[in-house]
């Protein structure tokens, strides 16, 4: 069938694809092989100009990049054009830090001298998804290619336009050809390239499924791995929290990219003396979204990326309000062409909804009364799910604690849940293993060597 591009906002298919043959695919494996023995003898000093002048063509090209974005996977305009921004600062993190973080660290030892070289591993392939379709790459692409890797691009389906233009960005950029290649293979032939002697490690970013079924394949084959997988990220508010603040937080977090975001606020736990306010507050502001064309500035609400994921998430509100939750607004598609689903908000959702152990992909906010601060901490960690958090607080040494005791890979105290290139990222539990950006990311597809000398 190949790669379909449709507009999310009209539901037209604007460009196919087709899918590459196996002597397509063979050829780019080889071509990285070569590739890969040049790359990883560059100095750092080169590498780093390489990844500036990178940052320096996202920013030139950001405007049409950005409308690449919106018309391919439907986030509003003005989120595309950040989206571009912070690819080229990660670009440019990894030009300014990656040599020092990769620098050989002498340890003590009975040798003359002793010292962890962090060498490259080689072709790293990335399997990604489509709901931030430059980040997402550039995430993984700017600290493996900084470390000497390669990269392999196994993008998602329905987002080729963004795939073959970040490849070509790399080549505007002047870096070595096939460095970075995107594949336009088919999810069946992932295994295949994953178990190839000539791939030696793999990331992705999706649902938990799709890295249940990588993890196992880079398993067999000796392989590392990263995996950033769902997530259902508590949002708890706290009876001494600025309500005002953390209502203005919560519709970003929530609604941003259409609730598609594995790190978006998902699970509103609120504790008894403030939950009918902060509800009453969240659905004021909720009710000023304006769903509409991704395209034009007036609109605060984009549509879903795809009307078979608006289907679903319509099914799990169904659901829920049948188990015994209450609509407070929304909760129903929009008439009319695209994918576009009302902002949504379910209240005293329950252990018996869909909607309180499952991930909400789309945007719908789940309201969870809990019994007071404990209970709402029990309640954030009753999930498969641990990814990141937040806690809603005036008393931020307090809201410090309670980070500590939610089970989480990031814990934010009266902030909203963000990817930073300074700050290491990822999950535990079903959310994933291993960690993207800082100093904890571009080591992670790295030989930690040990050299003893005497």
């Known amino acids: ?13 604007t460009q196919r694809f087709d899918l590459w043959d196996n002597d397509q695919l063979e050829n780019a494996l080889a071509c990285a092989t070569v590739a890969g023995r040049a790359w990883s003898a560059t100095h750092f000093d080169e590498r780093a100009r390489l990844m500036k002048a990178l940052a320096a063509q996202l920013r030139a090209d950001k405007e049409r990049l950005a409308r690449c974005i919106t018309f391919e996977m439907g986030k509003l305009i003005g989120e595309a054009r950040t989206e571009i921004e912070k690819c080229a600062a990660v670009c440019e993190y990894y030009a300014e830090h990656g040599a020092g973080f990769l620098a050989d660290e002498l340890i003590a030892s009975d040798a003359s001298r002793s010292f962890v070289a962090y060498q490259p591993l080689g072709a790293v392939l990335a399997v990604m998804p489509w709901n931030f379709p430059f ?6 692409a700017a600290p493996a290619l900084m470390a000497g890797n390669v990269g392999l691009l196994k993008h998602a389906s329905n987002v080729p336009q963004c795939a073959l233009a970040i490849e070509q960005l790399f080549d505007d950029a002047g870096f070595p050809a096939n460095v970075f290649q995107t594949l336009l293979i088919p999810v069946s032939q992932v295994a295949d390239v994953i178990a190839d002697e000539r791939v030696h490690a793999v ?5 938990t499924p799709a890295g249940q079924k990588v993890a196992s394949c880079a398993g067999q084959n000796i392989k590392k791995s990263v995996l950033e997988l769902g997530g259902s990220d508590p949002f708890i508010v706290l009876d001494d929290a600025d309500i005002d603040w953390a209502v203005e937080n919560a519709v970003k977090s ?7 975001s ?11 003396g403030i939950g009918d306010q902060f509800v009453a507050k969240f659905k004021a502001a909720v009710e000023q979204l304006t769903p509409g064309d991704p395209m034009s500035e007036q609109s605060t609400l984009a549509p879903m990326a795809r009307v078979d994921l608006r289907d679903a998430l319509h099914q799990q509100v169904i659901d829920s309000i049948s188990a015994g939750a209450s609509a407070v607004v929304g909760c129903a598609p929009i008439a009319g062409a695209g994918a576009f689903y009302e902002a949504s908000i379910l209240d005293h959702v329950t252990p018996a909804c869909r909607a309180y152990a499952e ?20 309640i954030a960690n009753a999930s498969e799910f641990g990814l990141g958090g937040s806690v809603w607080t005036q008393n931020s040494g307090h809201g410090a604690q309670l980070a500590r005791r939610i089970e989480a890979g990031a814990v934010f105290v009266n902030g909203m849940v963000k990817s930073d290139p300074r700050l290491p990222f990822g999950g535990i539990k079903q959310s994933g293993y291993g960690r993207e950006l800082a100093q904890h990311g571009i080591r992670e597809f790295v030989n930690a060597k040990t050299i003893w000398i005497r």
């Open 359 to 378: 991930e909400l992909f789309g945007p719908v906010a789940i309201i969870i009364r809990a019994k007071d601060e404990d209970d709402a901490i029990n």
């Open 1 to 13: 069938m190949g790669y379909l591009s449709t507009n999310p906002a009209t539901g037209k298919v």
């Open 254 to 260: 929530r609604y941003l990219n259409a609730g598609q």
């Open 135 to 140: 980040w997402q790459v550039m995430r993984f």
């Open 262 to 272: 594995c790190i978006a606020a998902k699970r509103f736990i609120v504790t008894p």
């Open 203 to 207: 990331t992705l970013t999706g649902s």
